[in-house]
Every structure is written in structure tokens, then in C-alpha cells.
């Protein structure tokens, strides 16, 4: 579904145009916690186009402007755009005068949530760089949680509109936003959401890629691992991958084989990914909040044909050799640690999931019936 937005006052949403910003209901993400990669293919759910994003934002005359609801398994949704001061407050400006503009996800139909009053589900916000031609994917690889006290979830300060506006090279102040969103835990009874999502069991979880002679390497290196009944590969471009002009450490996670993948069903997978120090964290003693040991985190489909995901920008070369304890003796240890792996089996509306028991089960309902008819 796509939006049009043009030089025209905005028009809030019916259910949120008189509404005060209710904080307690949205779920903000911390800054730090924020993974930010690129993919050339459009969002799959929403995409909203403004043509004139200055004009947008000088004519708000709300705190928030929520855009036309859109479906996305089985619920509906609205894309909101807060304006918010550099210390967290709803539309009011920071004493430097500093607004950003920031991101949400809210569930426009929370009388559809099923006997439990929730969802779960993974988000993914989208911002179109018009210079390279793809899109900024904007995650923190959490499962967010939706319900009626907890509408709305999404990233506060994300973006300070005129280093925005500088920064996408947007032509004639155009810019395009977009979503996805993927819920983990549907109704089975509602049928509209036509895939089957199964926890894959983890019985070791952590990946560590010993790298030595490093001061000598160049180009790409690659270590295979088993994870999930799957063949994976960990790629490390030691001078970035070329859109980052050799200024950064690149690592991508690239999926080798997988006999579900190749069935057609697809795989999400959330981990962290850092480079092991020797050193306490945030050596530089607390003068800066950016600690390069710190890992980052994200979350990623990968099917078919898509199995290489990561960071482009994964770490500036200059900080990982003026680091204390990220290059210990000519080595770099790389860690990848996986929260979980889920599968995504496509299946027919209606479908019903066949009823899984055992012995010990069995067992039971046999003495209970025979007690019962003798």
C-alpha cells in the first residue's frame, strides 16, 4: 500500500486528530540499541511518499499526524511521525531548538486482538535514499508487544529533520518512508495470516571466529558454522563493502544451506553481533556514550532469495585500531550470538495444525478410559 502526501496541511487520523501524545502507551527503543542496514527492495507492507517534507513539518499542527491505515497480517495499522525536543518531550522544542522527527507503529483495531488482548510482532521502518537508490532499514531486532494499554511502539530521536533532509539528498525535499510488520504469535482461528511460525530449539547459541595475522588481511574473509539444521557463513570485509569508501569494518550474515529455505518456507533471525575486547568496556573513560565493543543487534528474514544480510557500516576501521583490546596480538575474535531462529511455513487458509501428543499423554487417556467405562 502506498500514500501520497502533497504540499497540502496534513490531515491527522480521525481516531488520533484530537488525541493529547499519550506516552505511557508507546514503546520507545533506546538510541544505542538501533541497527541500521540497507536493501535495494521496497517495504512490503506500506510505503508513504511526501513531497514536501519542510512543508510537513512547519504545519503540524499536532503534536503527531497519523497516516491512512494499512493491513498487514490480518490488522490493521497506521504510521505516525512525531515531532519530538531533544530530551524526549512531545512537540516541544530542546534550548538549542533541536526537533527530531521520529517513527511509530500503532494498531488501529484492538478490539481484533484475539482472547488474549495482544500481539506480538517485529517491525521494520524504512527510509528511501534517493542518491543510492535504496532503502535505510531501521530495527532494533526486539519483539514488540501490542495491546490496549500499549498502542503504539516505535524510535524516538531517530532523525534531526535538517541533517535528515541534508543527509538523503532528497530531491525537491521528497523523501519516502515505509513498514513492515510481521506478527509472531497469530490467531490460528483468525486464517487470514497464511504461515506457521515455529521456534527452531538452539543448543548452542554463540559463534566465535578466531582471526589471526589480521594486520596482513585484506579484502573478504568467511567462516562456515551449523545453526538450526542450517549451513551458514559469517563474511568480514576488512575494508567495508564499497559503498562505505573503506572507512568501515563490514560483517554480513550469509545463509550457505538450508533444506527449509529451499522447500520455499523462510527463516528470521535475531542475534548480536560484536567485536570481542580484552579491555573493559567504553575505554574512553566515559568522555563519550559511543562504545565500539558494544555489540549491535538485528533481526533479518532470509528465504530463497534472500540469504545475505548485516552492517555495512559495522565499525569505523579508525576506531577498531585505536580501541585498546579489539586487536589482541594481531588477532580479532568475532562473536555472533543468536537470541533465536524462526521458521516460516507457508500454509493454506484455514488451516488447522495437526495435534501433536505423546506416549506419556497417550497413556493417560487409555486409563482414563478404561476406568471410565468400567
Same mark, same amino acid.
Given at each position: 500500500?502506498?500514500?501520497?502526501?502533497?504540499?497540502?496541511?496534513?490531515?491527522?487520523?480521525? #481516531?488520533? #486528530?484530537?488525541e493529547?501524545?499519550?506516552?505511557?502507551?508507546r514503546?520507545?527503543?533506546? &538510541? &544505542?540499541?538501533? #541497527?541500521?542496514?540497507?536493501?535495494?527492495?521496497?517495504?512490503?507492507?506500506?510505503?508513504?511518499?511526501?513531497?514536501?517534507?519542510?512543508?510537513l513539518?512547519? !504545519?503540524? @499542527?499536532?503534536?503527531?499526524v497519523?497516516?491512512e491505515?494499512?493491513?498487514a $497480517?490480518?490488522?490493521?495499522?497506521?504510521?505516525?511521525?512525531?515531532?519530538?525536543?531533544?530530551?524526549? &518531550?512531545?512537540?516541544?522544542? /530542546?534550548?538549542?531548538?533541536?526537533?527530531?522527527?521520529?517513527?511509530?507503529?500503532?494498531?488501529? &483495531?484492538?478490539?481484533?486482538?484475539?482472547?488474549?488482548?495482544?500481539i506480538d510482532?517485529?517491525? +521494520?521502518?524504512?527510509?528511501?535514499?534517493?542518491e543510492m !537508490?535504496?532503502?535505510?532499514?531501521?530495527?532494533?531486532?526486539?519483539?514488540?508487544?501490542? *495491546?490496549?494499554n500499549?498502542?503504539e @511502539?516505535g524510535? /524516538?530521536r531517530?532523525?534531526?529533520?535538517?541533517?535528515?533532509?541534508?543527509?538523503?539528498? =532528497?530531491?525537491?525535499?521528497? $523523501?519516502?518512508?515505509?513498514?513492515?510488520?510481521?506478527?509472531? !504469535?497469530?490467531?490460528?482461528?483468525?486464517?487470514? $495470516?497464511c504461515c506457521?511460525?515455529?521456534?527452531?530449539?538452539?543448543?548452542?547459541?554463540?559463534?566465535?571466529? =578466531?582471526?589471526g595475522?589480521? *594486520?596482513?588481511?585484506?579484502?573478504?574473509?568467511?567462516?562456515?558454522?551449523?545453526?538450526?539444521? @542450517?549451513?551458514?557463513?559469517?563474511? =568480514?570485509?576488512?575494508?567495508?563493502?564499497?559503498?562505505?569508501?573503506?572507512?568501515?569494518?563490514?560483517?554480513?550474515?550469509?545463509?550457505?544451506?538450508?533444506?527449509?529455505?529451499?522447500?520455499?518456507?523462510?527463516?528470521?533471525?535475531?542475534?548480536?553481533?560484536?567485536i570481542? *575486547?580484552?579491555?573493559?568496556? +567504553?575505554?574512553r573513560?566515559?568522555?563519550?556514550?559511543?562504545?565500539?565493543?558494544?555489540?549491535r543487534?538485528?533481526?533479518?528474514?532470509?528465504?530463497?532469495?534472500?540469504? $545475505?544480510?548485516?552492517?555495512p557500516?559495522?565499525?569505523?576501521?579508525?576506531?577498531?585500531?585505536?580501541?585498546?583490546?579489539l586487536?589482541?596480538?594481531?588477532?580479532?575474535?568475532?562473536?555472533?550470538?543468536f537470541?533465536?531462529?524462526?521458521?516460516?511455513?507457508?500454509?493454506?487458509?484455514?488451516?488447522?495444525?495437526?495435534?501433536?501428543? +505423546?506416549?506419556?499423554?497417550?497413556n493417560?487417556?487409555?486409563?482414563?478410559l478404561?476406568?471410565f467405562?468400567?
Amino acid at each position: 500500500m502506498a500514500t501520497t502526501i502533497s504540499n497540502q496541511t496534513p490531515k491527522s487520523n480521525p #481516531a488520533t #486528530a484530537n488525541e493529547p501524545a499519550k506516552v505511557a502507551e508507546r514503546e520507545e527503543t533506546k &538510541d &544505542d540499541e538501533i #541497527a541500521v542496514t540497507w536493501r535495494e527492495e521496497e517495504p512490503a507492507h506500506y510505503i508513504l511518499q511526501i513531497q514536501s517534507l519542510p512543508f510537513l513539518l512547519e !504545519n503540524l @499542527s499536532e503534536p503527531h499526524v497519523a497516516f491512512e491505515a494499512f493491513e498487514a $497480517c490480518g490488522y490493521k495499522w497506521s504510521l505516525i511521525l512525531y515531532r519530538v525536543s531533544e530530551n524526549g &518531550d512531545v512537540y516541544r522544542e /530542546s534550548e538549542n531548538g533541536d526537533v527530531y522527527l521520529s517513527p511509530y507503529l500503532r494498531i488501529m &483495531d484492538i478490539q481484533h486482538l484475539g482472547h488474549n488482548g495482544k500481539i506480538d510482532a517485529l517491525i +521494520n521502518f524504512f527510509v528511501y535514499h534517493q542518491e543510492m !537508490n535504496r532503502y535505510i532499514t531501521i530495527q532494533d531486532g526486539k519483539v514488540k508487544r501490542f *495491546s490496549a494499554n500499549k498502542q503504539e @511502539s516505535g524510535f /524516538s530521536r531517530l532523525m534531526l529533520p535538517p541533517k535528515f533532509i541534508d543527509r538523503l539528498n =532528497l530531491k525537491e525535499n521528497t $523523501c519516502k518512508f515505509g513498514v513492515e510488520v510481521f506478527v509472531v !504469535n497469530p490467531e490460528k482461528e483468525k486464517g487470514e $495470516c497464511c504461515c506457521s511460525i515455529l521456534d527452531l530449539h538452539l543448543e548452542e547459541n554463540t559463534v566465535t571466529w =578466531l582471526i589471526g595475522n589480521f *594486520s596482513n588481511l585484506s579484502g573478504l574473509k568467511c567462516f562456515e558454522f551449523r545453526m538450526a539444521s @542450517s549451513k551458514w557463513e559469517l563474511q =568480514l570485509y576488512l575494508r567495508g563493502v564499497p559503498e562505505v569508501k573503506r572507512k568501515y569494518l563490514s560483517i554480513y550474515l550469509n545463509l550457505k544451506q538450508s533444506k527449509e529455505v529451499e522447500s520455499g518456507n523462510k527463516l528470521h533471525v535475531q542475534l548480536k553481533l560484536r567485536i570481542k *575486547s580484552n579491555s573493559p568496556s +567504553n575505554p574512553r573513560g566515559g568522555e563519550s556514550k559511543y562504545d565500539p565493543t558494544k555489540p549491535r543487534t538485528g533481526n533479518a528474514w532470509f528465504s530463497s532469495s534472500q540469504r $545475505c544480510w548485516g552492517f555495512p557500516y559495522f565499525m569505523k576501521l579508525a576506531d577498531l585500531k585505536q580501541t585498546p583490546g579489539l586487536i589482541d596480538n594481531d588477532h580479532l575474535t568475532v562473536e555472533a550470538e543468536f537470541s533465536s531462529f524462526t521458521l516460516s511455513k507457508t500454509l493454506p487458509l484455514n488451516h488447522t495444525p495437526p495435534i501433536q501428543t +505423546n506416549f506419556f499423554h497417550l497413556n493417560i487417556i487409555i486409563k482414563l478410559l478404561t476406568v471410565f467405562i468400567s
